[in-house]
């Protein structure tokens, strides 16, 4: 049993990879840590209180990348460890130390401190748990820097604030539940006066989902450009999804297009969460026609379907990270809480419209939820219609370069 055990314990262990974890993980780690401390403030200081002060900046280096409460939980370990150290210590006495001479090694007594037997062990055992520990803190962070990198990619890739034109204006925000996520959104005037809105949800989280997220992105862009109708647009896009994205990963997509000049939205659902329209007059239609996400079947069919917008109408658009998001007593926000929200802010339509309502919605959202985690991402988009007095022309939204 020992034995079965043993084996399965070390298993895949190579003596390369025990001697990598010295020679270049260690060090890396060391260095990682090191740039955290002001090496021009140790400079000319007795060797001493240089070791000291170094010491004293590599564990702040060290502690302060943890969160409040895990520095907390580290130090107060420590403090245990240097207890059980002190209670181990017998005071001072002579020990046997080995000093080679010649060809001979002889022992002499030197005073040192004196340990209960196997503290030696406990030491060693610490020491190599906090190694351990250090080790995966710095592999933590390095990911984390470079999930941050990624996040202000995958940021920079979606319409910043308030899009707005003759008669109509759009506004988009989004929250992933981890560094990165899988909700996107799009706004895309085009060249005849019309504007493409889309909003989607990869299935998944995290790095994987963003990364769909990027490659539907730009093939939306790309085939946007044919000035297909939006049954084949959506039919092309989940052809491409299919061939490319792996088979346990889907993507829902609501895909519009919107003429401010007449008010007609025809839109394609292709599984997302069913956007609200919301009517002047207080009355909400949900629009369901289009398929299937993309990615499930490769020949899949979508059909169109239209309405229309009538100034002061508001359309919006939503992941169901919205609607899932639990209370701390795991009540969910459900469509009743979006329903509910729309008609608070009934009659609020002015020239930041799709802007307010949009904030509206993610305000109550996170005041429903207050501190719990996010368990999937949020991602609204709102498009409204309004007085063509109302605006001029298009402002106010960054849109990403396309090409």
């Not at 490319?244 to 969460?273: C, D, K, M």
């Not at 329209?277 to 169109?304: C, P």
């Amino acid at each position: 049993m020992p034995k079965a055990f043993f084996k399965r314990y070390t298993h895949d262990l190579t003596s390369d990879e025990l001697g990598k974890l010295f020679t270049r993980e260690t060090p890396e780690a060391y260095r990682f840590f090191a740039k955290g401390i002001n090496t021009a403030e140790l400079e000319g200081l007795p060797w001493y209180k240089k070791a000291t002060k170094y010491g004293q900046g590599f564990f702040l280096a060290f502690t302060m990348r943890l969160s409040p409460a895990r520095r907390l939980m580290y130090g107060v370990s420590l403090a245990f460890s240097v207890i059980g150290l002190i209670q181990l210590f017998r005071g001072f006495g002579l020990m046997r130390v080995p000093v080679p001479i010649a060809l001979f090694f002889i022992h002499v007594r030197v005073p040192a401190p004196l340990f209960s037997d196997g503290t030696l062990w406990l030491l060693g055992g610490f020491l190599l748990m906090n190694l351990l520990v250090l080790l995966e803190v710095a592999d933590r962070l390095s990911l984390k820097r470079d999930l941050e990198v990624a996040r202000e990619i995958q940021q920079a890739m979606l319409p910043e604030g308030t899009w707005s034109g003759p008669g109509v204006e759009a506004f988009g925000l989004t929250k992933p539940a981890n560094t990165v996520g899988g909700d996107f959104y799009d706004i895309l005037p085009q060249p005849d006066g019309t504007v493409l809105v889309a909003l989607g949800d990869v299935a998944g989280k995290a790095s994987p989902a963003a990364l769909l997220m990027a490659l539907l992105l730009a093939i939306l862009r790309t085939l946007v450009d044919e000035g297909l109708p939006l049954p084949a647009l959506v039919k092309r896009l989940n052809l491409q999804v299919s061939r490319h994205a792996p088979a346990s990963r889907f993507i829902t997509l609501f895909l519009a297009s919107y003429t401010p000049a007449t008010g007609r939205l025809e839109f394609v659902n292709a599984g997302q969460t069913p956007p609200l329209l919301r009517r002047q007059n207080g009355t909400i239609e949900r629009l369901m026609s289009g398929g299937v996400a993309l990615g499930m079947f490769e020949g899949s069919e979508y059909e169109s379907g239209v309405a229309q917008l009538n100034p002061g109408d508001a359309l919006l658009m939503y992941s169901d990270g919205l609607t899932e998001a639990e209370s701390p007593d795991g009540t969910p926000f459900d469509e009743a809480g979006l329903e509910r929200t729309l008609a608070l802010y009934a009659g609020a339509y002015q020239q930041s419209a799709a802007g307010d309502l949009g904030r509206a919605v993610f305000d109550a959202v996170e005041r429903h939820r207050r501190d719990q985690r996010l368990a999937d991402d949020l991602t609204v988009l709102v498009l409204s219609r309004l007085a063509l007095s109302e605006h001029g022309g298009p402002n106010g939204l960054a849109l990403p370069a396309t090409t």
